[in-house]
């Protein structure tokens, strides 16, 4: 274990092979060093006839492939295992320790950092007399004379141009608060939404006093990072017909710090499934609206449950774009007022929703086994997963270790031959 | 926690589906994966910890006592099982920590065979069971709603399994004695009961049977409580919390060696502070979801038992000489 771990030490120097070590050790620790010994005790051995079919057909799948009513497992044991791995760190401070220390390095809270006094303490430090530690876990980052531990984990920090998902928690003046998982709450204000009505139009009064009409506590919505004030709080906009109250399904949390920052953080995946991968790690999984779906008065009729939209319902029936001066006030109205329906599409299929579900859960597994969540990632997963027909086995955690496994096996493999394995 | 009005009608659409979709894809009667040890404290003659991958934790430890109990005082205002619960954030006196001490007392000491923790050739001595139950939640959504039952239910099941009561020396040796003079002793001196110092003397309180599998039916097992979520027609074994919350209905099923024990119980599990009127907030249960709860307990408990009986089974007395963790 010593050796291997210095070898990774070794390379660590670039950045972007840093964090696949980093991703290594945590997931293929435990399986080859310290050999995971979940001892299983299944409740049941025997198989109900369906199960049965289900792993003849599937040639591979495994025993958990038949469906358990309560999986048990012990918790991992033999923790001094790890002197190894703080043996080998001592060797390389004692061999450089100055040297070694500020380069990109893990540090645990309360290790010395540096004891020169020149360089200045920023965010995951403290000092005591003339030597700075660590105050959290995570990678040494220096910038000029700056020095600053970045944590491995830790809440969501918000930064402009971030895509993410958030829950309104408090109804103010003239502002929403909203719980983005961060440190504090984001701030949405009245100015910085879509409101019915014509979005040039500044917002009155009344807009003040109607405000929950919109948006109201518990509600989901999806919006970008617009600025950070002084304090760190986020301020959030919606300014876009892609942003929004979010509809037609569920919402997944995982560690925000598994999310990669993209171009784009919503796709569309098989399966009829729309995926928002909030940078906040808030995930939202939905059924992928119809394309038209904005436009159309036949969806307009089943989703609206407004007086004001029933009125413009009414004399919008036989409404083509295009066809009337008003035009275009108008269709900005109509979709500005089914951005804040409540109301889910009536003609969820049951596939759909298993889909979701599934999809729900390929996201645990990921989150789980701590592998950053990609579009690709995730859809790599999902065909993994396929080889379990009730997708409520992924929820062992046996399944989700070897699932992760294959993931990282997967991509390892995609790096010698791209071709071979584009088609997985 | 609170859900927005179209998350709340998807998970309900979902979950009272003809073939109900759960959030997470388990089945109606499929557990969420715990992970659980048990005898790990030294101190008490049994306990046990049990997690659940949401965070949630459950340390359970039962200690034992000596209690006197004179034949005339023996009714039902005597128990000889008494839980202590513990959740930090939360008072003794706070409705959360006193409905579950009452549940569970009522439950545990109406189903209890007393006669096991008598002593041997003691007319009025009892082993007194004082069971100390810790919950840690790192999330802030328990309630005198939310309640996670099934957790506490299996980790004071673990706990009790493991339990081993010391060995009585008294009678030991006085099976060598004269029987006569025997009685008269024990009529006349009240003597104190004497235990063996050495632990791997002790007994279970639950014995296991040598083959597990066939006697498992008429196996003598502490009772498990099951909370089941009520949803249109559908009923769901160890709901999460957005069950819970869409949720017309709760009931607790308890059961104890194979089979349901009373009191059956409905209870509330919804309490959304934004839920308007509409959110099924009085909906009743009939016959039907009795019957289908019942049958569902009985379906699941016996494997759920077995699952956990396997944790005692397989646990090893020097696993915890390092550390607990």
Redesign the interface.
């Known amino acids: 274990m010593s050796s291997t771990s210095k070898q990774n030490w070794a390379i660590s120097d670039c950045d972007a092979h840093f964090c696949d070590v980093l991703v290594m050790l945590k997931i293929f620790v435990p399986f080859h060093c310290y050999g995971w010994s979940s001892?299983k005790?299944?409740?049941?051995e025997e198989e109900t006839a369906g199960e049965a079919g289900k792993a003849g057909e599937a040639g591979e799948a495994p025993a958990e492939a038949t469906?358990?009513?309560?999986?048990?497992?012990?918790?991992i044991?033999n923790?001094?295992d790890f002197d190894s791995d703080s043996d080998s760190d001592l060797d390389l401070d004692f061999a450089s320790p100055q040297k070694q220390s500020l380069q990109n390095s893990v540090v645990t809270p309360g290790e010395l950092v540096t004891s020169d006094p020149m360089l200045m303490r920023g965010h995951g430090t403290y000092s005591v007399g003339n030597k700075t530690y660590s105050s959290v876990a995570g990678t040494i980052s220096r910038v000029n004379k700056l020095l600053s531990v970045i944590p491995l984990k830790s809440r969501f920090r918000p930064e402009t141009g971030d895509h993410i998902v958030g829950?309104i928690t408090e109804v103010g003046n003239k502002r929403w608060k909203v719980d983005i998982g961060g440190e504090q709450n984001a701030i949405l204000l009245l100015g910085s939404v879509n409101l019915p009505g014509g979005i040039l139009r500044r917002k009155s009064q009344n807009d003040e006093l109607t405000m929950r009409n919109f948006l109201?506590?518990?509600?989901?919505l999806n919006c970008e990072v617009q600025m950070l004030y002084n304090d760190g709080a986020a301020g959030l906009h919606t300014r876009s017909l892609k942003y929004g109250?979010?509809?037609?399904?569920?919402?997944v949390l995982v560690p925000s710090y598994l999310i990669v920052r993209t171009k784009n953080h919503s796709f569309d995946l098989p399966g009829n499934v729309s995926i928002i991968l909030g940078v906040n790690g808030f995930v939202w999984l939905y059924k992928t609206p119809l394309k038209t779906s904005l436009s159309s008065s036949s969806t307009l009729k089943n989703t609206n449950l407004n007086k004001f939209q029933t009125m413009l319902n009414s004399d919008s029936s036989n409404y083509t774009p295009g066809s009337t001066s008003v035009s275009i006030t108008r269709l900005e109205e109509e979709s500005t007022w089914e951005i804040y329906s409540?109301?889910?599409d009536p003609n969820?299929s049951?596939n759909v929703?298993?889909n979701i579900?599934?999809y729900?859960?390929c996201l645990?597994c990921l989150s789980?086994c701590e592998i950053g969540i990609t579009k690709s990632r995730i859809e790599h997963v999902y065909d993994i997963s396929l080889e379990y027909e009730?997708?409520?086995n992924?929820?062992?955690?046996e399944v989700m270790e070897r699932i992760g496994k294959d993931v990282l096996n997967g991509e390892k493999m995609r790096g010698v031959n791209t071709s071979k394995m584009m088609s997985l | 926690m609170?859900?927005?009005?179209?998350?709340r009608?998807?998970?309900r659409?979902?979950l009272s589906?003809e073939?109900p979709?759960?959030?997470?894809?388990?089945?109606v009667?499929?557990?969420?994966?715990?992970?659980?040890?048990c005898n790990f404290l030294p101190n008490f003659n049994g306990s046990s910890r049990v997690?659940l991958?949401d965070g949630n934790e459950c340390i359970t430890s039962v200690k034992s006592s000596v209690v006197i109990i004179s034949s005339s005082s023996r009714d039902d205002s005597v128990n000889l099982i008494d839980f202590l619960f513990n959740i930090p954030g939360y008072r003794d006196d706070s409705n959360l920590v006193s409905n579950l001490t009452l549940t569970f007392n009522k439950i545990f000491n109406n189903n209890f065979d007393y006669s096991s923790l008598k002593l041997k050739n003691f007319k009025n001595h009892f082993f007194k069971l004082s069971i100390d139950i810790l919950f840690i939640s790192n999330s802030s959504d328990i309630n005198d709603n939310y309640v996670p039952l099934t957790l506490i239910s299996f980790s004071s099941y673990l706990a009790l399994r493991s339990t081993r009561l010391p060995l009585l020396i008294n009678d030991l040796e006085k099976d060598e004695e004269d029987l006569n003079i025997d009685k008269i002793k024990t009529q006349k001196e009240v003597e104190l009961p004497m235990f063996s110092d050495d632990w791997s003397d002790s007994t279970y309180l639950f014995p296991t049977s040598p083959s597990s599998s066939t006697a498992n039916a008429n196996q003598r097992t502490p009772p498990l409580i099951f909370i089941l979520a009520v949803i249109d027609d559908n009923l769901f074994v160890d709901p999460t919390i957005e069950e819970q919350y869409v949720s017309d209905n709760g009931l607790i099923v308890p059961w104890c060696s194979g089979n349901i024990i009373n009191p059956i119980e409905s209870t509330k599990l919804s309490r959304d502070p934004?839920s308007d009127s509409t959110s099924s907030s009085t909906v009743g249960l009939n016959y039907n979801h009795l019957t289908k709860g019942i049958s569902l307990v009985k379906e699941?408990a016996a494997?759920?038992a077995?699952?956990?009986d396997?944790?005692v089974n397989?646990s090893d007395e020097n696993?915890f000489l390092?550390?607990i963790?």
């Open positions: 001892q005790c299944w409740g049941a469906m358990e009513v309560l999986t048990v497992s012990k918790p044991q923790r001094e829950r109201k506590e518990g509600d989901l109250k979010l509809r037609n399904g569920l919402l409540d109301k889910n969820i049951n929703r298993l579900v599934r729900k859960n645990k789980h009730n997708s409520g992924l929820i062992e955690i | 609170i859900l927005s009005p179209a998350e009608s998807y998970l659409d979902s589906l073939t979709i759960r959030p997470d894809s388990r089945l009667g499929q557990f969420r994966p715990i992970e659980a040890v997690r991958s934004n699941v494997k759920v077995s699952a956990l396997n944790v397989t696993e390092n550390s963790f």
